[in-house]
């Protein structure tokens, strides 16, 4: 519907605040009162592998919806293909399973602003089967499963086709004419328009430097003046008018925009600054308005983290440093570029190199952070340019963690790459006409511009090494397993946020029915009692096959984890093969109900020692995928269920692959001494893809 039908329905001021406003299309009277909001609800229990994510076409362009332009129930949506520009409307959910999808090896793709669901409907007229509708099926909302809605996925961001269950493997969604159409295909040759890609997990993707601003965002064009009267007519003809008020004035002093939260009570060895802190800003060359609130809320200030050095410069190799300008993004502190520029001391010149905290969870690297404005530095494999963005790679700082604001680091002030993870190693950041630019690269013979050092920085209680550098806190180290938990599920997708609060000390695990002391520990992670017994609970009310087993290699060798080798909450430790000693980090429960496994034929393999979960992620690094992982997925322990945890398991034979279930045709082996994965026949996997229970 558009406004002037809205309007012309209800006469006066009322169409404009129920149209206008962001949850109009909820409730026009006389079409529907609150109609929509029932058929198109939320799946809060759902597993989402991706959140608010893009999903882009062969070109860049990007899935999108208006919520308008179905049936009075946001029923009957067409899926346009337009320019990306990070709106609501582009964004979009990955569910893995949920009230609407019980089926492993698909997914629903949802849209983050409607809730409905992608639809393909053979008996609709061609050119308008593929639509949003209602998750499950039922117009009304009250649907559970449809197999219309559920594709083909397999884990990963893709590039992959759009293969619905209902089209029998011989239907792919296309683009025609900027719609999402269907087309018959062969899945296993699809090309071109019938590949699609989850690109950015809901961040904007303007070029930087550029200025895109949305009515729904509050916020104005560009301007250098101290407070401007702006008016956004949006597509629909509704019109916004705001007032905008800069917030850094060129060449005087100004607070750094950082959010005020108040860090957790702790026994800090490494004391941040506080999140209040004043910084002079340099001269400002940059036109951007900045809107206040909006940057408060994007660049916050992580107090928790560990910082291996702070307030540093970051120089090149011919002794200039990398600098920011807060004026020089969007209206956020976003796509800020990165400039190269003589050293002149100023806040913009000075960064943080964080190794541990809320957005890294991933050892051996670290975050570049600008102590101005809060912001991450990242690679962006769209542009050349490199930017700074928010810390977790939302645009609103609601990110976690993002590959792509991840570089490669084991410690020391360098010289050294500045090597991005989501690069594959191939990547390196460089100089070019005053910018730091991207380049491919072989980062172990990288030098001249490809080189940068630390230099002037504070290093903060933090050792320049890459063994020690998470250890900051100091306290007492116990862990009791709690038996309780308030449980929601989560996806495997969901990331450990790893704050930096941790201890010493021994470990030892008590269940409900036995005490098992922890061998030596050769790991050099200081645990936090209080984060490992919330992250770690043990689940009393399974149903366990096995328990304190031993896991078997083919070669006679152990499964071993050690306590203290992940993360500060006990999530991120790598699972070894070695000579069997019957210690407790090699005893396991298998686990075929319960809790965290609520789908039949699949089995938990749990670590009786920390009570973790056996756990294949394929977004890391190879070689790094298989971990142990806080049960149901959810870094703090709140998960329910994952399928990234979920094992092949008939119950009949003590020998069995390990197969996870969120990705085909794989299997785990012993890689000298690591296990990891590889591609298998599941039917008739290789002897060295066998595992052996043994009570």
């Known amino acids: 519907m558009t406004k002037a039908a809205a309007q012309a329905l209800i006469p006066g001021p009322w169409w404009y605040d129920q149209y206008c406003s962001p949850a109009a299309h909820v409730a026009l009277p006389g079409l529907g009162l609150g109609l929509a909001s029932e058929a198109q609800q939320r799946d809060n229990t759902a597993t989402r592998a991706f959140s608010a994510a893009q999903i882009q076409t062969a070109d860049g362009q990007c899935l999108a919806v208006d919520p308008a332009s179905g049936d009075f129930r946001e029923n009957l949506i067409p899926i346009q293909v337009v320019a990306c520009n990070g709106s609501d409307s582009q964004q979009w959910d990955v569910i893995t399973s949920g009230v609407h999808n019980n089926e492993p090896g698909f997914a629903l793709i949802t849209s983050t602003l409607t809730n409905g669901c992608l639809n393909f409907d053979p008996r609709r007229a061609a050119g308008n089967q593929v639509l949003l509708f209602s998750c499950g099926g039922r117009a009304d909302g009250s649907g559970a499963v449809a197999n219309s809605q559920l594709f083909a996925f397999t884990g990963g961001a893709g590039p992959f086709p759009l293969v619905p269950q209902n089209g ?84 005087s002093a100004a607070t750094s925009s950082v959010a005020t939260s108040s860090p957790e009570t702790s026994s800090l060895v490494d004391v941040a600054s506080s999140a209040t802190a004043t910084v002079s800003a340099p001269a400002s060359t940059g036109t951007t308005v900045l809107n206040s609130a909006a940057v408060a809320e994007a660049q916050q200030r992580d107090n928790t983290a560990t910082r291996a050095f702070s307030d540093a410069e970051i120089k090149t190799s011919d002794g200039q440093c990398l600098s920011v300008d807060a004026n020089s993004g969007d209206f956020r502190e976003n796509l800020i570029p990165v400039a190269v520029q003589a050293c002149d001391g100023s806040a913009g010149q000075k960064f943080d190199v964080i190794t541990a905290g809320k957005h890294n969870n991933v050892p051996g690297t670290a975050l570049i952070v600008s102590t101005l404005t809060q912001g991450c530095m990242q690679f962006d494999s769209r542009q050349s340019l490199v930017d700074l963005f928010s810390c977790g790679g939302r645009a609103d700082g609601s990110g976690q963690v993002s ?24 990547v390196c950041l460089t100089v070019s006409g005053g910018q730091v630019v991207q380049t491919s690269c072989n980062p172990s013979s990288a030098s001249g511009s490809e080189l940068f050092t630390i230099s002037g920085s504070t290093s903060r209680g933090v050792s320049e090494s890459a063994s020690s550098s998470a250890s900051v806190f100091s306290s007492s180290a116990a862990k009791a397993t709690s038996t309780t938990a308030s449980v929601a599920t989560s996806s495997s997708n969901d990331v450990a946020t790893a704050a930096s609060s941790s201890s010493a000390g021994a470990i030892s695990t008590t269940s409900s029915s036995s005490t098992a002391s922890a061998p030596a520990p050769t790991g050099t992670t200081v645990l936090n009692p209080t984060a490992v017994s919330e992250a770690q609970q043990r689940d009393d009310t399974a149903t366990r096959a096995f328990s304190n087993a031993q896991i078997k290699s083919s070669d006679g060798q152990c499964l071993s984890v050690d306590a203290n080798s992940g993360d500060f909450r006990e999530n991120l430790i790598p699972v070894t093969v070695k000579a069997c000693d019957s210690s407790a980090g090699q005893k396991f429960d298998v686990i075929t109900a319960g809790k965290h496994n609520n789908v039949p034929g699949t089995a938990l393999f ?41 094992f092949t398991f008939s119950g009949n034979s003590t020998s069995i692959p390990l197969e996870p279930t969120n990705q085909a045709n794989t299997c785990m082996f012993n890689n000298n001494g690591n296990l990891d994965v590889q591609q298998c026949n599941t039917a008739g996997p290789a002897s060295d893809q066998v595992f052996t229970i043994v009570s």
């Open 403 to 426: 590959t792509s604001q991840l570089f490669t680091f084991t410690g020391g002030a360098g010289p050294f790459p500045l090597v991005p993870q989501n690069g594959n190693n191939a």
């Open 606 to 646: 749990v670590s009786t020692l920390t009570q973790g979960c056996l756990n294949f992620d394929p977004r890391r690094a190879a070689g790094n995928q298989v971990i142990l992982f806080s049960c149901g997925g959810r870094a703090d322990g709140s998960g329910a269920v994952t399928n990234s945890q979920l």
């Open 168 to 251: 029998n493997n011989a239907t792919c969604l296309t683009v025609n004419g900027g719609l999402l159409d269907q087309t018959s295909c062969n899945s296993n040759t699809v090309s071109g328009n019938e590949l699609f890609t989850i690109s950015g997990s809901g961040s904007q993707s303007a070029a930087s430097g550029s200025t895109t601003i949305s009515a729904a965002d509050a916020s104005a064009s560009t301007s250098s003046s101290d407070s401007i009267q702006a008016t956004s007519v949006s597509p629909d003809g509704c019109t916004t008018e705001v007032t905008i008020t800069q917030t850094v004035t060129p060449s």
